[in-house]
């Protein structure tokens, strides 16, 4: 079965507001890496991360990794309509990754 | 570079025949996956490999088949299909070290539908 979760599944922010995606794991985890997927397009890699309490920023997005290696969150402040899509998180073991279900992102403008 | 590259875009089946989706990489990475995802809903991984020859089950692996004859080549094979099959394929490629899991470069997908 499924070993990360992901919530929330679905969220619509204005354009400005801030938006987080979190996901969780009940076994700690080797490393969290976090793609994004535009509407219509394919998973594109944004992140990979390694160390207990990890914090990496791109931009806007800022990625943490827990002190338990146990769940992430990727936040991005101030949404753009660019920022529109499906975030996945996916734990990687030995040979493969297992993705969550994502988190699809609407921004109204 | 190409990357990652998957043939046909679409396709639309009938109910029990078969077909080959083809996928390549020119990145020379050892890793090659195959998913599927269904509307609205995440990746399943159904077979992959990690070179040349060798290939291993993933989560939804029935009713497919692979082969990895070349290090650039990773077809996915479905033998009778069935409309459950309707879905989008991504093909993806990554280099490992065999210690750690690496970064996937994904394929525009496949969008196939059984009728």
């Known amino acids: 079965g499924q070993q990360v979760m992901q919530i929330p599944q679905y969220q619509h922010v204005q354009e400005g507001e801030d938006f987080t995606t979190y996901c969780n794991s009940s076994?700690?985890?080797?490393?969290i890496q976090w793609y994004k997927q535009r509407p219509g397009g394919h998973p594109v890699f944004l992140i990979q991360?390694?160390?207990?309490?990890e914090v990496k920023k791109q931009k806007r997005l800022t990625f943490q990794f827990g002190e338990a290696k146990k769940n992430s969150s990727l936040h991005i402040t101030a949404t753009q309509t660019t920022d529109v899509g499906t975030y996945f998180c996916?734990?990687?073991?030995?040979?493969?990754?297992?993705f969550g279900a994502g988190t699809r992102l609407a921004v109204h403008p | 570079n190409a990357g990652v590259t998957q043939t046909p875009k679409f396709r639309i089946l009938k109910i029990g025949q078969s077909m080959t989706l083809q996928c390549t990489q020119d990145?020379?990475?050892?890793?090659m996956y195959w998913y599927r995802q269904d509307p609205g809903m995440g990746l399943k991984l159904i077979y992959y490999?990690?070179?040349?020859?060798?290939?291993d089950k993933g989560e939804v692996p029935n009713g497919y088949n692979v082969s990895r004859s070349t290090t650039e080549d990773f077809p996915l094979r479905l033998e009778l299909a069935a409309p459950s099959q309707t879905s989008v394929y991504f093909c993806?490629?990554?280099?490992?070290?065999?210690?750690?899991?690496?970064?996937?470069?994904f394929g525009p997908g496949t969008r196939l539908t059984v009728l």
């Open positions: 993806a490629s990554s280099y490992s070290d065999y210690s750690t899991t690496d970064t996937q470069y």
């Open positions: 076994t700690t985890l080797s490393n």
């Open positions: 991360l390694v160390k207990s309490g």
């Open positions: 996916a734990e990687g073991g030995y040979n493969k990754l297992i």
């Open positions: 990145m020379n990475h050892n890793y």
């Open positions: 490999s990690v070179g040349a020859g060798i290939t």
